[in-house]
T-cell receptor, first 112, second 109 residues
Framework: NAGVTQTPKFQVLKTGQSMTLQCAQD?????MYWYRQDPGMGLRLIYY???????DKGEVPNGYNVSRLNKREFSLRLESAAPSQTSVYFC???????????FGSGTRLTVV | GQSLEQPSEVTAVEGAIVQINCTYQ??????LSWYQQHDGGAPTFLSD????GLEETGSFSSFLSRSDSYGYLLLQELQMKDSASYFC??????????FGSGTKLNVKP
């Protein structure tokens, strides 16, 4: 099983450009999440989707939008990238009521 | 809101036992989880506690005291491959977990 797959793995953007980070899971999980991780910091929740058709803001949603395309896929969009969004982005999924999250391998994004 | 505190770095030798502490503040409590992350890798789930007490999983254990807003991860018989960062995460809902800044564990021969 692939688990949680994120694309791309690396990306360099210029300030003001837009892009979409893709995430797909094959574990039939209901809940999906987007986190960002900055050096020396833990993971901060950007957005989450408790189930297909719902999305909610996390700790740091400003500058991002999300789409829960179907049960498998949850995308994160940066409409106008800023250097402050340089980070490693992780997608995760979990079963309803379970505390164990399965993470993807991450997208390393640099905004110049 | 939520906040978590854990030591930034811990050093231990192979074969030793190490305890990584985590104190938290949260509005509402669902559970406390622990994750391991090797450099350049993704976090992987280790253990979780939603009730007070000790949970044992192979070579590590996790403890929770809800009255003290405190938990710890205990790693036994350390190996070099255990060198990694360890994160505690507290949830006030099953789909809202907040992570600490992580503890970098250095295992020395």
């Amino acid at each position: 099983n692939a688990g949680v797959t994120q694309t791309p793995k690396f990306q360099v953007l210029k300030t003001g450009q837009s892009m979409t980070l893709q995430c797909a899971q094959d574990m039939n999980h209901n809940s999906m999440y987007w986190y960002r991780q900055d050096p020396g910091m833990g993971l901060r929740l950007i957005y989450y989707s408790a189930s297909e058709g719902t999305t909610d803001k996390g700790e740091v949603p400003n500058g991002y939008n999300v789409s829960r395309l179907n049960k498998r896929e949850f995308s994160l969009r940066l409409e106008s990238a800023a250097p402050s969004q340089t980070s490693v982005y992780f997608c995760a999924s979990s079963e309803v009521g379970r505390e164990s999250y399965t993470f993807g391998s991450g997208t390393r994004l640099t905004v110049v | 809101g939520q906040s978590l505190e854990q030591p930034s770095e811990v050093t231990a030798v192979e074969g030793a036992i190490v305890q990584i502490n985590c104190t938290y503040q949260t509005s509402g409590f669902y559970g406390l989880s622990w994750y391991q992350q090797h450099d350049g890798g993704a976090p992987t789930f280790l253990s979780d506690n939603d009730l007070d007490g000790l949970e044992e999983t192979g070579s590590f254990s996790s403890f929770l005291s809800r009255s003290d807003s405190y938990g710890y991860l205990l790693l036994q018989e350390l190996q070099m491959k255990d060198s990694a960062s360890y994160f505690c995460a507290v949830g006030n809902n099953f789909n809202k977990f907040y992570f600490g800044s992580g503890t970098k564990l250095n295992v020395k021969p």
